[in-house]
């Protein structure tokens, strides 16, 4: 069993920054990639970035320069740090973990959290 849980999730106003943090635990032997999606409503959910096993990051054309994707390995933890954000920003964000348990190799969720961005 695997699960993940996360936090950092508010309200802030234009321009401000929030952090979101998402921990996993459980019988995982292996962590390979981790990253954050976010769904805005009226639009199809969207990956906003992205870390590999080695460091490899990838990010939204939308959020780059502005989101900054960090993992701590020891910790089984991925952060995403948020600058300049702006109400097109509002959405529930969601921690994606691709993970190794036992032998096998799954892909697994968080909840998902809101972020509220007001003008």
């Known amino acids: 069993q695997v699960q993940l849980v996360e936090s950092g999730g508010g309200s802030v106003q234009a321009g401000g920054s929030l952090t979101l943090s998402c921990a996993a635990s459980?019988?995982?032997?292996?962590?390979?990639?981790m990253g954050w999606y976010r769904h805005i409503p009226g639009k199809a959910r969207d990956m906003v970035a992205g870390?590999?096993?080695?460091?490899?990051?990838n990010y939204a054309d939308s959020v780059k320069g502005r989101f900054t994707i960090s993992r701590d390995n020891a910790k089984n933890t991925v952060y995403l740090r948020m600058d300049s954000l702006k109400p097109e920003d509002t959405a529930v964000y969601s921690c994606?973990?691709?993970?190794?348990?036992?032998?096998?190799?799954?892909?697994?969720w968080g909840q998902g959290i809101q972020v509220t961005v007001s003008s």
């Open positions: 459980g019988s995982i032997s292996r962590i390979d990639a």
């Open positions: 994606g973990i691709l993970a190794t348990a036992g032998t096998k190799v799954d892909f697994y």
């Open positions: 870390i590999g096993n080695r460091g490899l990051t």
